[in-house]
């Protein structure tokens, strides 16, 4: 079992970047991949982005590619979002998640953060 906590979210201006964090407690870390996830008021949460177990394949919805970047560091138990080029649509509250189900574009995930929002002002 593995537990997740977002941090770094906040208030940025459009073009501006933000960097997410999510923490996860347990030994374990490394047999999770990874995914974040976003959720706008009044619309569905949409899954954006995913990285495996060691880092070595990613997945990027087409809304953010090129511009979002997921990574991790296993020794950390940390996974990160970096996120540049921001836009007023990408408002919204991020969650991590995580999974051992090794499929990264699969978008069920059994672990969840408790979210952090990100609002980008025009």
């Known amino acids: 079992q593995v537990q997740l906590v977002e941090s770094g979210g906040g208030l940025v201006q459009a073009g501006g970047s933000l960097r997410l964090s999510c923490a996860a407690s347990?030994?374990?870390?490394?047999?999770?991949?990874v995914g974040w996830f976003r959720q706008a008021p009044g619309k569905e949460r949409e899954f954006i982005t995913a990285?495996?177990?060691?880092?070595?394949?990613?997945y990027y919805t087409d809304s953010v590619k090129g511009r979002f970047t997921i990574s991790r560091d296993n020794a950390k138990n940390t996974a990160y979002l970096q996120m540049n080029s921001l836009k007023p649509d990408d408002t919204a509250v991020y969650y991590c998640?995580?999974?051992?189900?090794?499929?990264?574009?699969?978008?069920?995930?059994?672990?969840w953060g408790q979210g952090t929002q990100v609002t980008v002002s025009s």
């Open positions: 998640a995580a999974d051992r189900r090794w499929l990264i574009t699969n978008p069920s995930y059994n672990y």
């Open positions: 347990g030994r374990t870390f490394s047999s999770y991949k």
């Open positions: 990285i495996s177990w060691n880092g070595g394949s990613t």
